[in-house]
């Protein structure tokens, strides 16, 4: 039976990596592991060490973590263990599947991208827009960081094919209204695209609710391992020709789109995962836990520490970007990681347009709260920004 809140010292106490106090706060470059994950990987190796489709019984037990690695993402993700697709990690799946889409485009065909996207999620539509002479827009984003869906519908038109877009900034944290993209791409007839590589971290994933035809994630954001995701709409799926080795098998559906062998003792690592998540407490008692430590954070922040996009806990995850005044944040990151707190500098964070359009000049420092952060360690890193400010 789930718990209804996070019990935060239980949920540590599942972390090795957590036992030295080190504060890690960079969730968002790829989360912590509870032990039960390195466990589950470890033990596939021992005694699940064989391919797929073999008649003997280690064999047989690959054959099971793969079904059981497909039905998880599938309930994590809201969609059927047919319509989930593995791969190395998003940037990989997405440069295979965009290409598998973009099979039937034709020269002058429109991908719409988002203005706060993560360049594994721009990237693969300019390459094939390169290749295959198509025509890719940036979405503009308010002044206030969220995007701009007038200019999303301007930009609409019937040569466009996809819409893409991060479903919570990498960067700042800033959540689109997913739902809402995805009707605006169905209006014109284009496919619904999403990064939820950071969003799936910190909130739950219904791909019928909001409309998508594709979603991808990265279970190393979210206390898995380095692996990617990606589910596709079942008719969507039977409709593209796969990019597959022949003999490979085409069933069920989303296996068309995998290619070579699988990395098995990942996807052991992944249920082992989504057992954790589910022990914890779920989404349910994530999302609360996180959006305190969010607040907190923002309600003791001194003036001197600049954050860059939303001033609340409204409309975003809590992943912070800041510049403290006066400091570097090259200087203000090994300062911290000095003593006893992680947290990174970085000038794009791979957000190439939103970092465009915030105003700083040189790095910043990013802050990615998860639900293994303590109030303490916020209250920590806060009189660490603070002391940096004064010296
Ligand atoms: C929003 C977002 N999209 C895509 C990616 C790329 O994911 P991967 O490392 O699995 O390729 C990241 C990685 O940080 C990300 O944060």
Avoid at 12 to 21: I, M, V, Y
Wanted: proline share 5%; charged share 20%.
């Amino acid at each position: 039976m789930a718990a209804l809140t996070l019990d935060p010292t239980a949920v540590r106490a599942r972390f090795s990596s957590l036992r030295s106090g080190f504060a890690f706060l960079d969730a968002p470059g790829g989360s912590q592991v509870p032990d039960c994950v390195g466990d589950a990987i470890a033990r596939c190796l021992r005694e699940a060490s064989a391919n797929m489709g073999a008649s003997y019984e280690s064999s047989r037990r690959v054959g099971a973590i793969v079904a059981e690695a497909e039905a998880n993402a599938a309930a994590f993700l809201g969609c059927e263990p047919s319509e989930i697709i593995f791969g190395p990690n998003m940037t990989s799946l997405n440069f295979t599947l965009s290409r598998t889409a973009g099979r039937e485009f034709a020269p002058g065909d429109e991908i719409l991208v988002s203005s706060l996207d993560h360049d594994g999620g721009v990237a693969p539509w300019l390459e094939l827009a390169h290749d295959r002479d198509l025509r890719v827009q940036h979405i503009e984003l308010r002044p206030d960081t969220t995007l701009d869906y007038d200019d999303l519908a301007a930009k609409l038109s019937e040569r466009t094919r996809i819409v893409a877009f991060a479903w919570a900034s990498n960067a700042i944290g800033t959540i689109t209204d997913a739902a809402r993209v995805c009707e605006l791409a169905h209006s014109v007839g284009a496919l619904a695209w999403v990064d939820a590589v950071h969003y799936a971290a910190h909130e739950p994933i219904d791909v019928g609710a909001i409309g998508a035809d594709v979603l991808l994630c990265s279970p190393y954001k979210f206390c898995g391992p380095h692996l990617g995701i990606a589910y596709g709409r079942s008719s969507l799926l039977e409709s593209w020709r796969p990019y597959k080795a022949r003999p490979a098998p085409t069933s069920p559906l989303g296996r068309r789109f995998e290619t070579g062998t699988l990395p098995y003792e990942l996807l052991a690592g992944f249920n082992a995962t989504i057992g954790y998540l589910e022990e914890i407490g779920g989404m349910a008692a994530i999302v609360p836990y996180e959006r305190s430590l969010g607040e907190r954070f923002l309600d003791t922040l001194p003036s001197s520490v600049t954050v860059y996009g939303l001033p609340t806990l409204e409309g975003r995850v809590p992943t912070f970007l800041v510049n403290v005044e006066g400091a570097p944040a090259a200087e203000v990151a090994t300062a911290l990681g000095e003593r006893g707190v992680g947290v990174w500098a970085h000038n794009t964070w791979y957000s190439l347009n939103l970092y465009q359009r915030l105003g700083y000049e040189g790095d910043a420092i990013r802050i990615g709260f998860i639900h293994y952060n303590t109030a303490d360690e916020v209250d920590r890193l806060v009189s660490e920004l603070a002391a940096c400010a004064a010296s």
